[in-house]
């Protein structure tokens, strides 16, 4: 069974790590698309349309985490 790790790299050693783990094989780089499926990208889309025509509806990512939160205390 494979497991799938999500890294964060400092910016200035990311290249150099990426390039290392490719060279052993330890890793496979796949394309950001990969998995996102066709009704993804219309629901994306769709989204991305109605914030264009009510931009003030938009919150930040910080006051979105804190609400979500706030719901699950």
């Given at each position: 069974?494979?497991?799938?790790?999500?890294?964060?790299?400092?910016?200035?050693?990311?290249a150099?790590?990426?390039?290392d783990?490719?060279?052993?094989k330890?890793?496979e780089?796949?394309?950001?698309?990969?998995?996102?499926?066709?009704?993804?990208?219309?629901?994306?889309?769709k989204r991305?349309k109605?914030?264009?025509?009510?931009?003030?509806?938009?919150?930040?990512?910080q006051?979105?985490?804190?609400?979500i939160k706030?719901?699950?205390?």
């Amino acid at each position: 069974m494979l497991e799938y790790y999500r890294l964060r790299i400092k910016k200035e050693y990311a290249a150099s790590v990426i390039e290392d783990l490719q060279k052993m094989k330890a890793i496979e780089v796949i394309s950001e698309d990969a998995d996102v499926y066709e009704w993804q990208k219309k629901e994306v889309r769709k989204r991305v349309k109605e914030l264009k025509k009510q931009p003030d509806t938009a919150v930040t990512w910080q006051a979105a985490n804190k609400r979500i939160k706030a719901l699950t205390k």
